[in-house]
C-alpha cells in the first residue's frame, strides 16, 4: 500500500554519500572510457580526461552549493525549477531521467558481458535483465538497505581498482602508450570527450537521495568532494597504466579491457584472470545500484510536481519507498538494453548529462542573484571562476557531442521537444476556462 505523504526516509550518513558518490561513477574505470581511445588514440584520449577531469572538479564544487541550499530528491530538477521556472525544469528533469536511465543499461550490458567472459554458456542480453529485475527488488526494500549495499560493494570495486594497478602496472611501457598516440590528431579529443566524461558521469546523483541525508549540510559537501577526489586518482590511474601494457587497439572497442588487459599481463589461462572478471562485477553492481538509487528519485521527484504521472510518487508504507517509480524505470532501461549498444547508451546518458550540467550552473547564477538571501551551507569557491568554467567547457562538450553523433542527438532532442508539447497539453486541460458571465 502506498504512504500517504510523500516523505523519505533520512537514513544516509557521510560514509553512504561517499560509497553512493563513488559507486555511482566506478562503473566507468572498468569500461567505456576506453571506446576514447577507438576516436582519439590514448594520447587525444588523455587529454580529453583531463579537460573534462577540470569540468568536473569545478562542477561538483559549484553544484554542492545547489544541493546544499536546495536539498529535495528531485536535485537539478528541483533548482532549475527554482531558478527558471517550469521550462528549466522541464529540462533539467528529462535530460537527467536520460541521463541515468540510459546509463543503467549500458551498465547491464557490461554485467552481461563480464559474465559471459567467466560462463560463455550465459547470454548477455537475458543475464543483463536479471541482474536488472535483481538489483531493483533489491532497492524496493529500502534508502538503508540499499546504501548500505552500495557501500560494501564501492570499498569492494575501489579495492579491486588498486590491486588491479599493483598487477599492471610493472609491465608498463611508456613506448606502448604514445604509439600511435594520436591518429585523429587534435580533432580527436573533441570526438573522445563523450568518453572521457563516462569516467565521471552520474556523480551528481548523490542530489537526488538529498532528502534522505542526516544533517545535509554538513554530509552532503564531504560526500561530493570525497568522492570526486577518489574518481579522478583512479580514472587517471586505470587509464594511463592500462594503456602502456599493450597495442591499445586491442582494447578500444570491448565491454570488459580490464579482464582483458589481466589477460595480457598475466595470460588468460591464468587463475587470477578469471578470479579478476568475477570480482570485477563489484564496480558494475555499484554503479548499477547507485544509478537505481538515483533515477528512482528523479522519477519520484517529477511525478510529485506534477510533470510525470502521479503514480510514480507513490511511496511504499513500511519501506518508505518510491516503488512505482523504481519498477517504471526498470521497465524502461529493460527496454533500453533491447533496443541500443553500449556505445549508443553510453553517448545518450553523456549527452543528457551535459544538458543537465548546463542547466545547473546557469541556474546558479540565477539563484545567486534572484535569491541572495537564501541559506547557502556551501558556497562556491573562487565564485563567479569555478561555475563559469564549469559552464563554459559543458558547451564545449555539448558541441563536441553533437558534432559527432548527430543522430543520437536528433534522438535525444526530439525527445525533448516530444516531452515539452505534452507537458504543455497536460497543463493546458488542467487550466479549466472562467465561467461565462450571466447575461
Not at 161 to 182: Q, R, W
Not at 269 to 281: E, N, S, V, W
Request: aromatic content about 12%; proline content about 6%.
Amino acid at each position: 500500500m502506498p504512504a500517504t505523504d510523500s516523505s523519505l526516509k533520512k537514513a544516509i550518513r557521510p560514509v553512504h554519500l561517499w560509497a553512493i558518490a563513488v559507486g555511482l561513477v566506478i562503473s566507468g574505470e572498468y569500461f567505456g572510457w576506453n571506446y576514447g581511445w577507438g576516436v582519439a588514440g590514448t594520447l587525444g584520449f588523455l587529454l580529453a580526461t583531463l579537460v573534462i577531469t577540470v569540468l568536473y572538479v569545478t562542477f561538483i564544487f559549484s553544484f554542492t552549493e545547489l544541493t546544499t541550499a536546495i536539498p529535495q530528491a528531485g536535485g537539478p530538477f528541483a533548482y532549475a525549477q527554482r531558478a527558471l521556472g517550469p521550462a528549466g525544469g522541464l529540462i533539467a528533469g528529462y535530460a537527467t531521467v536520460v541521463e541515468f536511465l540510459l546509463a543503467t543499461p549500458a551498465i547491464a550490458f557490461a554485467l552481461g558481458n563480464y559474465l559471459h567472459f567467466l560462463h560463455p554458456a550465459l547470454p548477455v542480453l537475458w543475464t543483463a535483465i536479471a541482474v536488472y529485475l535483481l538489483l531493483t527488488l533489491i532497492n524496493l526494500l529500502g534508502i538503508k538497505e540499499s546504501a548500505s549495499f552500495t557501500l560494501v560493494f564501492t570499498l569492494l570495486a575501489v579495492v579491486e581498482l588498486l590491486v588491479y594497478l599493483g598487477i599492471v602496472a610493472p609491465h608498463f611501457k611508456m613506448e606502448n602508450f604514445l604509439k600511435d598516440a594520436l591518429p585523429f590528431g587534435y580533432s580527436g579529443i573533441f570526438a573522445a570527450l563523450p568518453f572521457a566524461i563516462w569516467l565521471y558521469v552520474c556523480i551528481e546523483g548523490v542530489a537526488m537521495v538529498a532528502e534522505e541525508v542526516k544533517n545535509p549540510s554538513r554530509n552532503i559537501p564531504l560526500g561530493y568532494i570525497s568522492g570526486i577526489l577518489t574518481l579522478v586518482v583512479l580514472a587517471i590511474a586505470v587509464m594511463v597504466f592500462t594503456g602502456g601494457i599493450t597495442n591499445w587497439q586491442r582494447l578500444s572497442d570491448i565491454d570488459y579491457p580490464l579482464p582483458e588487459a589481466i589477460g595480457i599481463v598475466m595470460g588468460k589461462d591464468a587463475g587470477i584472470t578469471k578470479i579478476f572478471a568475477g570480482i570485477g562485477l563489484f564496480g558494475l553492481i555499484a554503479s548499477f545500484n547507485g544509478i537505481i538509487i538515483s533515477y528512482s528519485r528523479q522519477i519520484f521527484a517529477l511525478a510529485r510536481e506534477g510533470y510525470l504521472p502521479a503514480i510514480l510518487a507513490r511511496i511504499s508504507r513500511k519501506r518508505q519507498a518510491p516503488y512505482t517509480a523504481l519498477i517504471a524505470g526498470a521497465l524502461a532501461g529493460i527496454l533500453a538494453l533491447c533496443l541500443g549498444n553500449t556505445a549508443e547508451l553510453v553517448v545518450m546518458s553523456v549527452l543528457g548529462a551535459i544538458v543537465m550540467y548546463i542547466i545547473s550552473m546557469i541556474s546558479l547564477f540565477v539563484l545567486r542573484r534572484k535569491e541572495p538571501d537564501l541559506a547557502r551551507p556551501f558556497r562556491s569557491p573562487c565564485y563567479p571562476w569555478f561555475p563559469a568554467i564549469a559552464l563554459g567547457l559543458s558547451l564545449v562538450s555539448l558541441f563536441a557531442i553533437i558534432w559527432y553523433n548527430r543522430w543520437i542527438s536528433v534522438i535525444f532532442f526530439s525527445g525533448l521537444l516530444l516531452t515539452w508539447l505534452i507537458f504543455m497539453l497536460v497543463q493546458k486541460q488542467k487550466i479549466k476556462p472562467a465561467p461565462k458571465p450571466l447575461t
